[in-house]
């Protein structure tokens, strides 16, 4: 489903703040899989997630969705393999506009714009019975701007936006991450059964320790561009935090130093 083959990517290349933010990565997911990527600031999380949806060109290496080399591919025409959640939750939905028209867009992602592109009251229908799913009172609220919910209302309905296509390959960038603990959780919760529900392949960066370790099938932990710890199935399943911290440290010559992860 998703190859990275050999990716290395370097970010202001042959200054004094030169950063090597990829070295020479590689990493496949079958179809199905989900994986919670963790590690320390600058251990190359988010450019590997930036890296797959385009955001910035690739240094070498080739990545690959479903048979299909984007490694080149602008990140518009990556759109229609990837769906995506950032962290923050003012991302991903428009602000000014209703969260019906806010659905009709996600419904009509890679579509040829036309004349019927107007909100059929079928569709209407379509959209209140999803957001009733999401069990946070919008389905009576399809007429109001999203500016107006809250972060855990707008990033669940982006999460909603992001899955409506069932896209090849879901990308969550510490989503939760700037939600209060009880509104995270519900997320989380609801990220779960979406992903089941539909059996999307999925890479979910999070800096809660506890969190990779609860989700997903495959855990990965990064440190200075390198993929330095990938277990699943029942080896993940047994591990705890300590053993986690303990793999680290193995792999990476030296101990875990990020206040944010430990305390996650």
């Known amino acids: 489903m998703l190859r990275i083959e050999n990716v290395s990517k370097t970010f202001f290349p042959g200054s004094v703040n030169e950063k090597k933010a990829l070295d020479n990565i590689s990493l496949h997911m079958v179809p199905g899989d989900f994986v ?4 320390s600031n600058g251990a190359g999380k988010s450019t590997i997630l930036n890296s797959i949806a385009g955001v910035f060109p690739i240094d070498s290496g080739k990545i690959i969705i479903d048979a299909t080399d984007i490694s080149k591919m602008p990140e ?3 759109a229609k393999y990837i769906g995506r959640v950032f962290q923050d939750p003012m991302l991903g939905t428009a602000a000014g506009m209703m969260i019906e028209e806010n659905l ?3 419904a009509r992602r890679g579509k040829t714009p036309g004349f019927s592109w107007a909100i059929k009251e079928e569709e209407r229908q379509a959209f209140r019975e999803m957001l009733r799913e ?3 009172g919008l389905e009576d609220r399809l007429t109001a ?3 107006l919910l809250s972060g855990g209302q707008r990033q669940a309905l982006t999460l909603l936006m992001a899955t409506m296509q069932q896209p090849k390959l879901l990308l969550l960038d510490e989503h939760t991450a700037a939600l209060d603990p009880k509104t995270a959780d519900k997320v989380l919760k609801l990220t779960r059964s979406i992903i089941s529900r539909h059996h999307l392949t999925t890479l979910m960066i999070t800096h809660n320790m506890r969190d990779a370790l609860r989700f997903g099938n495959r855990l990965i932990m990064m440190n200075a561009g390198h993929i330095v710890v990938d277990v699943e199935g029942m080896e993940k399943d047994r591990l705890t935090i300590p053993d986690l911290l303990a793999l680290f440290e193995k792999a990476a010559g030296a101990a875990l130093d990020n206040d944010r992860v430990l305390l996650g």
Not at 36 to 39: A, D, L, N, R
């Open 36 to 39: 919670t990527v963790i590690g």
């Open 76 to 78: 518009h025409k990556r």
């Open 104 to 106: 009709a867009i996600a």
């Open 134 to 136: 999401l069990d946070l």
């Open 145 to 147: 701007r999203v500016g």
